[in-house]
């Protein structure tokens, strides 16, 4: 069994920042990948930020140059630094990671979201 628990979602101001947490736990080999996706009301789950191991992130165009995302292996834990947060941003912000377990298997796994609002 693998879970991901995400934390640090909150009411932020317009140009306010947060960051998110995710933890990855249990029959855990390695880790391949970890990102985090986000869903605002009515609208389709998108990508954020993501970034293989030993690679160089990436991240969707709207959040350029204000989110950050970050990756603590040693921790199993990946990292979404948002700054010049704006309304838009408002969302339930998803943690994936694709993990090889202790059983050789290979699976995406998705935490259960924690949510962002920024509004004044």
């Known amino acids: 069994q693998v879970q991901l628990v995400e934390s640090g979602g909150d009411l932020v101001q317009p140009g306010g920042s947060l960051r998110l947490s995710c933890a990855a736990s249990g029959s855990i080999f390695g880790i391949n990948a970890m990102g985090w996706y986000r869903q605002a009301p009515g609208k389709e789950r998108e990508s954020v930020a993501g970034i293989i191991t030993g690679g160089i992130p990436n991240y969707a165009d709207s959040v350029k140059g204000r989110f950050t995302i970050s990756r603590d292996s040693a921790k199993n834990t990946v990292y979404l630094q948002m700054n010049s947060l704006r309304p838009e941003d408002t969302a339930v912000y998803y943690c994936?990671?694709?993990?090889?377990?202790?059983?050789?298997?290979?699976?995406?796994?998705w935490g259960k979201g924690t949510l962002v609002t920024v509004s004044s």
């Open positions: 994936n990671a694709l993990i090889l377990t202790m059983t050789h298997y290979v699976g995406s796994y």
